[in-house]
């Protein structure tokens, strides 16, 4: 091993090798919908129970969060590509996703995906900015546990799309 090289190559294969689930994020601000194909989120607490996700400031996502109070995260089934693409590929900025996909009120206004695997609200605590993302931190306040049946998206089966906005 060499401290010599740049880091960068190497960084971003160990992060693709751990293929992470990808998340459809969701919110509802001043009668707005948005949403976004997130590929940085994580749980970062066990008690209290905190997760953070991580939104790109060039993101239509990002400008209704920004006034949001909360954020709803979908976890995806694999069987469920073609939702992923249209949250990953299209921006809101001129598309209502939300007329492309099935999707039902949930709690505080937040459109919640029908198609999801699993999916919980969040109350935003905290925005932290992160360079070119937002890191919104959350505490879940409602929650519908995912199917068993499904196989998960993962990073790697969205790797070739392309974004509607550049991260």
Do not use: Y
Not at 36 to 65: D, M, W, Y
Not at 74 to 87: D, G, K, N, P, W
Not at 91 to 108: S, V
């Amino acid at each position: 091993m060499s401290g010599d090289t740049d880091p960068t190559d190497s960084f971003d294969a160990v992060i693709s090798a751990a293929d992470a689930p990808v998340w459809i994020v969701t919110t509802s601000a001043h009668g707005h919908r948005a949403g976004c194909l997130v590929g940085f989120a994580t749980q970062v607490s066990i008690e209290p129970r905190r997760f953070l996700v991580g939104l790109s400031k060039s993101n239509h996502t990002f400008e209704s969060a920004a006034t949001a109070t909360h954020l709803a995260v979908h976890l995806i089934a694999a069987q469920h590509f073609e939702v992923a693409r249209l949250f990953a590929t299209t921006t809101g900025d001129d598309t209502d996703k939300f007329a492309r996909c099935d999707w039902d009120t949930g709690p505080h206004e937040l459109p919640i995906l029908t198609s999801a695997a699993g999916w919980f609200a969040g109350e935003i605590l905290e925005r932290i900015d992160l360079g070119d993302h937002l890191g919104v931190l959350l505490a879940p306040v409602a929650a519908e546990a995912p199917s068993t049946d499904h196989a998960i998206l993962h990073l790697s089966a969205v790797a070739d799309l392309k974004p509607g906005h550049p991260a």
